[in-house]
C-alpha cells in the first residue's frame, strides 16, 4: 500500500527504513499521537502503530479489526507524514512504546531482542504462507513477524502510447533507455523512475543478476553488470527523456494516470486507480535485464505485523496478532485486496481471492510469482543508504560507479561485521 498520498516523498524512506536499534538510541521521545483510535475490547490495553497508508479506507479498516477484537482494547496510532519510522524508533525507548507495530524484517531489530519470536504462533500455519515470505523472517529457526501483505512492484505503461510511437515492450535496460526516447513529446516524457531513482535500487541490483547480500553474508550488489546498470541510468537521467520532480512520487498513479509520462514504475497497489482512470490502455511488464547476466525481475515490497518483545504486554499482544493475522481470514482478504491491490501471503487466501484471478491484477501474480525477489532481512537501512548514494554519484552527479560502489562496500562491511562478526 502507498504512502501518504497528499506528501510528496519517497515510499521507499519508509520501504527501506530500518534504523535499527543501534540507530534508535539517538532519538528523542516520540510527539504527538496522530489518529489515535480504540477498540471495543475489555482487559488488556495494546496499542499498535501503523504508517498512513494512502489508499482511502485504510485506516477505517485497521481500526475496524481492531474494535471487533474483544479480549483487549486495541488503540490504534495512525502516523502521518514522513516520520514513520523515527516516530517508532523514539516510541520503542518509552514507556509508551507500542506493543505491536507494523515493520519490515530486519536482523538487527532481532539480535536487539526487539521483537518477539512469533513461531509458535505461525507454526501451525506455517505451509499456508508464501515459503518466501517464512524465509524473510526466519532467524536461526525462529520467525519473528507476520507479513500481512506483498507488494511486487513493476512497469505501467499506456498501450496506446507505446503503439502510437511504435515501441516494443522493453525486455532489456537499454531497450528501455531507447523507447524512452521514442515516447517523449513535448508534453511526454518517456519514463517515470520515482523523484530521486531510488525507488528502483534493489530491483536495478535483482536486474543485474545480482544480489544485495549473498548466501555467505557478504556483498552480492557490486558486479560489473551492476555498474552496467548505472552507468545506463546516468545516460537516461541526462536524456531529457525521463521525468523528474513530479508532483507526486512512484507510488502515486497520478504520473501515468494524468499523461505525464508513458512509462512509470510502480506498485501493485496503485493498480486499481490506475485502470479506473486508464481501462484498456493500462499494461505492466517487470523491470528490464541489465548486461549478459541479468534478468528481468519484480521487486516484492510488503509490510508484516511485530510484537514487541520489551513491551508489557507480550502475550495478549501476540494473541491479538494470532487473532488478526492469523485467523481473521476474512480480514486478512479485506486488507489485501479492497485497499489497492497486493497479494496475500497466505496461499489459501491468494487463491481464494476473486479480485487477482483475472486480467491486469492476474498478470500482476504472474510476474510476481515468476520474477519477484523478496528483501534479505541483513541488508539494513545504513546498507540501503549507502547504496543510494551509489545512485547519487553516479547517476545523478555522473560520479565513476566503481568509486561509489568501492565507497559503498567500505559501509556495508561495517554494518556485515556487527552482525555477523
Known amino acids: 500500500m502507498s504512502a501518504l498520498s497528499n506528501n510528496n516523498w519517497s515510499r521507499r524512506s519508509i ?3 530500518a534504523a535499527g536499534m543501534a540507530a534508535a538510541g539517538t532519538l528523542a521521545a516520540c510527539g504527538s499521537n496522530n489518529g489515535r483510535g480504540g477498540g471495543s475490547g475489555s482487559g488488556e490495553q495494546l496499542t499498535q502503530y501503523f504508517h498512513a497508508y494512502g489508499e482511502a479506507g485504510t485506516e477505517q479498516a485497521i481500526k475496524r479489526y481492531a474494535a ?3 479480549k483487549a482494547n486495541v488503540s490504534t496510532n495512525w502516523i502521518t507524514g514522513n516520520n514513520f519510522e523515527s516516530a517508532l524508533f523514539a516510541a520503542l525507548l518509552t514507556s509508551k512504546a507500542p506493543d505491536v507495530f507494523e515493520f519490515h524484517p530486519q536482523l538487527q531489530m532481532v539480535k536487539s531482542g526487539q521483537v518477539a519470536d512469533l513461531s509458535d504462533i505461525i507454526d ?3 505451509d499456508d504462507f508464501n515459503p518466501a515470505d517464512i524465509k524473510s523472517h526466519t532467524v536461526d529457526g525462529k520467525i519473528y513477524g507476520v507479513r500481512m501483505i506483498d507488494d511486487p ?8 502510447m507505446l503503439e502510437k510511437a511504435k515501441v516494443d515492450v522493453p525486455t532489456t535496460l537499454e531497450e528501455l533507455v531507447e523507447a524512452a526516447a521514442k515516447l517523449t513529446t513535448n508534453k511526454v516524457k518517456g519514463v517515470f523512475l520515482g523523484n530521486d531513482f531510488t525507488a528502483i535500487q534493489n530491483v536495478l541490483i535483482f536486474s543485474a543478476g545480482a544480489e544485495t547480500i549473498d548466501a555467505n553474508n557478504k556483498i552480492g550488489y557490486h558486479t560489473d553488470g551492476v555498474v552496467e546498470g548505472l552507468k545506463q541510468l546516468r545516460k537516461l537521467f541526462t536524456s531529457g527523456n525521463v521525468l523528474l520532480d513530479a508532483p507526486t512520487d512512484f507510488w502515486d498513479p497520478s504520473s501515468l494516470n494524468q499523461g505525464l509520462c508513458a512509462i512509470q514504475w510502480g506498485g501493485m497497489w496503485s493498480m486499481p486507480a490506475m485502470q479506473k482512470a486508464l481501462g484498456d490502455d493500462l499494461g505492466i511488464f517487470p523491470f528490464p535485464k541489465i548486461g549478459s547476466s541479468g534478468k528481468q525481475s519484480v521487486y516484492n515490497g510488503g509490510w508484516s505485523m511485530f ?3 520489551k513491551g508489557k504486554n507480550v502475550d495478549a499482544a501476540k494473541e491479538y496478532v494470532k487473532w488478526l ?8 482478504e479485506d486488507w489485501a485486496t479492497s485497499y489497492g491491490f497486493h497479494i496475500p501471503p497466505r496461499t489459501s487466501i491468494a487463491a481464494s ?6 486480467g491486469l491484477p492476474a498478470e500482476g501474480v504472474k ?5 519477484g525477489h523478496f528483501d534479505n532481512i541483513s541488508y539494513d537501512q545504513t546498507m540501503q543508504t549507502a547504496f543510494g548514494e551509489v545512485l547519487a554519484s553516479s547517476v545523478r552527479k555522473n560520479g565513476n560507479p566503481e568509486a561509489a560502489l568501492d565507497t559503498c562496500d567500505k559501509k556495508v562491511n561495517v554494518e556485515l561485521k556487527k552482525l555477523f562478526g
Open 367 to 371: 510476474l510476481f510469482t515468476d520474477y
Open 15 to 17: 520501504f527501506r527504513a
Open 353 to 358: 481471492a476473486t479480485k487477482l484471478k483475472s
Open 325 to 332: 493475522w492469523i485467523d481473521q481470514k476474512k480480514y486478512q
Open 124 to 126: 501451525p500455519v506455517k
Open 68 to 70: 471487533a477484537y474483544k
Open 307 to 309: 510484537v514487541n518483545a
Open 153 to 160: 512492484q513493476f512497469f505501467y505503461y499506456r498501450k496506446s
